[in-house]
């Protein structure tokens, strides 16, 4: 369960912002690596505190999005609220911060599962989030490894807040910038010292 739902909300998080960062024109794409230890890498092109290049994850199976186009993008606290449908399960993200926290791929399982892979985690990440996904597109995974994830988030990761050495998950809402069509929802892993005082402000950055 997400700890935006609790009371406290505003003095446990800090000032991480009930409102999207960034306004549209800013730019991101995203690609593909075999190699990488996550879904997508993504290059954000901003002026702002966000340019670079990070670690990410596919947040929403049933919407495509192009490899290797920039496309404007808002970006979202996945501690704020969000607009509705940006994600199916928003009330689960404290629990996807956690699994993006523990780096899964390529430890070992400790119930001798084998070697968690990407697909494993964002195989997770969609369970978490999703009312619908196919694993086709993933590559190698397990699904014992996936239950395996799925539930020790849900044990240990209600109510996770990232420390300022974590990462925190921004969300990237794209749209294309000839017809607007918006794109797959694209959950980035930025370090949380990024922000001053290690919180994600409440304005545009």
Not at 5 to 14: A, E, V, Y
Not at 53 to 68: P, V
Not at 150 to 158: K, M, P
């Amino acid at each position: 369960m997400n700890l935006r739902q609790s009371t406290g909300f505003g003095l446990l998080f800090l000032g991480l912002s009930l409102t999207s960062f960034a306004d549209s024109g800013r730019m991101a794409s995203v690609v593909k690596n075999p190699l990488s230890s996550s879904y997508f890498d993504v290059t954000i092109k901003d002026s702002g505190l966000l340019e670079g290049s990070y670690k990410g994850w596919c947040g929403d199976w049933s919407t495509a999005i192009g490899e290797g186009i920039l496309y404007d993008v808002k970006y979202y606290s996945s501690y704020s609220e969000l607009p509705e449908g940006l994600v199916d399960h928003p009330e689960n993200l404290d629990e996807v911060n956690w699994i993006i926290n523990k780096k899964f791929v390529k430890k070992s399982s400790p119930t001798g599962l084998g070697v968690y892979t990407r697909g494993d985690v964002q195989l997770a990440i969609w369970t978490m989030l999703d009312d619908s996904f196919d694993a086709s597109t993933v590559g190698p995974f397990s699904q014992a490894r996936v239950n395996e994830i799925v539930l020790s988030a849900t044990q240990e990761g209600s109510g996770y807040m990232p420390k300022c050495r974590d990462q925190i998950g921004i969300i990237l809402d794209p749209t294309d910038p000839q017809t607007g069509a918006h794109q797959q929802t694209v959950i980035t892993e930025v370090p949380r010292k990024h922000f001053p005082k290690c919180s994600v402000p409440d304005d545009a950055l």
